[in-house]
């Protein structure tokens, strides 16, 4: 065990701090603001270590995390203490290249300057590998599903009652994949917008020799990280690629194509059905929101008007009978279905409002889409 000195901190325009017997500090003014940093070049031999620090905040919200002082990269976990109290927790420390250094941020919405102290940081012994993989997942800030990582540990949505709503979502999607593909065994198909692979996994565990396709980096890095955790080797050998859909220019087409959540993000929703249409032999199973019109429309949409839009984003909003038509259009045959030709009204009714709202309301479409 190695105890980190205190005393070597950095202190940042606007914050305050003072070591004695331990390191008390006052933050800078506004969300995010670096405070005040503590160094850990000479107190890593190796990486990655897990380093395991005793706190306290007084007043306002702190969060503490590992960063690399030349490039501001995160090379770590972090940990938010959003409340009054002295709490010990751990740090993964996954760099040492650099100006590793474990920073202190104001963690507050509004901004307002917080108050705590650092008691101690040492290296932690005898980590098991549960926590390893539970520390490791913190070092992402947005998890989209919910996934067991293996070896007693798992990692939970950020959206808190999203996950009844993403198993509904999949039960629709791989029911019409079955009616119109029959068995996927041995099948080679290709998941776009893969997120950080929940579908491409289960299909992998079904038979699909499967390929995951994101423009998302950060959440191709957690599709990768879930494969190491698994144990299955269907999930290993998936391969999961950085690229946007029109970009992606794999060698030979695919069996089947399966795409959930991406349409109604698409700025060139014809381009984009075109290259879905030229990477498939025998068609694909499509889920996007759309626009409650019975008009073939594109609207203009944001997070204001649905929740399915990032915060910021302005959306071409497809209605489902527009879908119908750049699918046709691009070569498809096309069969459109609302969730509830697939599951039932309990089944719907059982989400949380804000989610059997996208279903009940006519803002959800499903494409069954053949060559």
């Known amino acids: 065990m190695r105890h980190l000195k205190l005393a070597s901190f950095k202190v940042f ?4 701090a003072n070591c004695g017997e331990h390191l008390s500090f006052e933050t800078t003014q506004g969300q ?7 160094p850990l070049s000479s107190f890593l031999a190796s990486a990655p270590k897990v380093v395991e620090l005793e706190a306290e905040v007084s007043k306002g919200s702190v969060r503490f ?23 010990r927790f751990k740090l993964l420390v996954e760099g040492r290249s650099g100006s590793p250094a474990i920073m202190v941020r104001n963690a507050a919405a509004d901004g307002k300057a917080a108050v705590g102290a650092i008691f101690s940081a040492v290296t932690a012994d005898h980590v098991l590998d549960a926590e390893l993989r539970a520390l490791k997942a913190k070092t992402w800030d947005y998890w989209h599903y919910s996934y067991e990582l293996g070896e007693g540990a798992r990692v939970e949505a950020t959206i808190d009652g999203i996950m009844p709503m993403h198993r509904l979502n999949q039960k629709i999607m791989f029911h019409l994949l079955k009616t119109g593909f029959g068995d996927i065994s041995g ?5 776009v917008a893969c997120a950080s692979g929940f579908h491409t996994m289960e299909m992998a565990r079904q038979g699909g020799r499967m390929v995951g396709v994101d ?4 959440s191709i890095e ?9 144990d299955v080797k269907a999930v290993r050998d998936i391969r999961f690629e950085l690229s946007g859909l029109h970009g992606f220019k794999p060698p030979e087409p695919f069996d089947i194509g399966f795409c959930s959540g991406l349409f109604y993000h698409l700025l060139d929703p014809v381009g984009g059905a075109q290259a879905l249409f030229n990477l498939v032999k025998e068609g694909a199973v499509v889920h996007s929101h759309i626009v409650d019109s019975a008009e073939a ?17 302005f959306a071409l909003m497809p209605s489902r009978s527009m879908l119908e038509r750049i699918f046709a259009h691009v ?3 096309v069969k459109s279905f609302s969730p509830r030709d697939v599951v039932s009204d309990a089944e719907i009714d059982s989400l949380a409002p804000e989610f059997s709202t996208l279903f009940a309301s006519g803002n959800t479409a499903y494409y069954l889409l053949t060559k």
């Open 13 to 16: 325009e606007g914050a305050r």
């Open 32 to 38: 995010w603001k670096y405070s005040v940093a503590i």
């Open 65 to 87: 995390e590992c960063i690399d002082l030349k490039s501001h990269a995160e090379i770590g976990s972090k940990y938010i203490v959003d409340k009054p109290g002295r709490v």
């Open 187 to 191: 099948k080679r198909i290709v998941d």
């Open 215 to 218: 423009i998302d980096a950060p």
């Open 222 to 230: 957690q599709a990768r990280f879930l494969q190491q955790c698994s």
């Open 297 to 313: 429309i594109m609207a203009l949409a944001d997070s204001s008007k649905y929740k399915c839009c990032f915060d910021g984003e």
């Open 331 to 333: 070569g498809f045959k």
